[in-house]
């Protein structure tokens, strides 16, 4: 037998809010909300198996709940919480129950800009197409076997929550297994995280270099030899940012692409210093 009790939907106990709480277990059927209510709060729940495809939600939280094999294919979040501390009143932070979405399907999916993931963590996660954009409030997310598809931007992932919280009871995201392989990746950060461990793009463009810093040295001669000095300036300051993060975050190793010599460099000069920040020194990437 389930653990979960009957699933329901209640009001909130404060009248002004119009969204509805979900608690207990759902199985196997659309999810439906009352006409004229398009937010909902998840509240130590269990989902299998729901429909929640091509759904406008204004509000969408979750708090300790479990989302397995959902289908979340063009759904559309105006605000969105994955894995928030509590439902309502003061946070006393010595609890932080994590959410899970495990063999969930997020196609096309309208992510709301600047999500709060909270402590969340999906495995077998398909991420295709979804509007993955301008995410940083990633900090507490575990993503263990995921696929992206499509484009990412703006998002950073990280393998050492920045807050190490006595709510959080870890000290390192689990984040590994993930399929890069056919994402277009766009100003995404991976922080604290093992790139060896996933798998990172097979297009043309990317290649995981060790030794950053070591080799943003060696090139820099070759910009000082361009006759623009606005060129110059740009590369300075992109491949700089670059080695620092490296340096920082992993290791001093990252996952480079020609847009990372400097978005406002001409395309040839880009391609001209990707070329030479590889040829440096030893290339860690496969193949």
């Given at each position: ?60 939280s ?66 295709d197409g ?7 409030s990633?900090?507490?997310?575990e ?12 998002v ?66 070759l ?12 590369a ?38 990707f ?13």
């Amino acid at each position: 037998m389930s653990a979960f009790e009957q699933f329901s939907l209640q009001t909130s106990p404060e009248e002004w809010r119009p969204e509805r709480i979900a608690r207990g277990e759902l199985r196997d059927q659309r999810f439906e909300l009352p006409d004229g209510v398009s937010g909902v709060t998840f509240d130590r729940a269990r989902l299998v198996s729901v429909d929640f495809s091509d759904m406008r939600f204004t509000d969408f939280s979750v708090h300790a709940t479990e989302f397995v094999g959902c289908d979340f294919s063009g759904t559309a979040f105006e605000q969105l919480s994955m894995g928030s501390t509590c439902v309502r009143g003061p946070w006393d932070r010595t609890d932080w129950p994590q959410s899970v979405f495990r063999d969930c399907v997020f196609r096309r999916t309208r992510f709301a800009t600047r999500t709060f993931f909270g402590n969340v963590r999906f495995e077998r996660c398909i991420f295709d197409g979804a509007r993955l954009r301008d995410q940083t409030s990633t900090f507490s997310a575990e993503f263990v076997d995921c696929v992206f598809l499509g484009r990412v931007q703006n998002v950073n992932f990280w393998g050492r929550p920045t807050d190490h919280l006595t709510a959080l009871d870890r000290d390192r995201n689990d984040f590994t297994g993930n399929d890069f392989t056919s994402a277009e990746l766009d100003y995404v950060a991976f922080k604290h995280i093992d790139l060896h461990a996933q798998h990172l793009p097979g297009l043309p463009g990317y290649a995981l270099l060790d030794q950053i810093s070591e080799r943003v040295k060696a090139v820099l001669p070759l910009v000082q030899r361009w006759p623009d000095p606005q060129h110059q300036k740009a590369a300075h300051f992109s491949l700089e940012f670059l080695a620092d993060m490296a340096r920082e975050h992993n290791d001093d190793q990252a996952l480079v692409s020609p847009s990372d010599m400097g978005r406002k460099l001409p395309p040839p000069l880009r391609e001209e210093l990707f070329d030479a920040v590889r040829r440096t020194t030893s290339d860690t990437a496969p193949g």
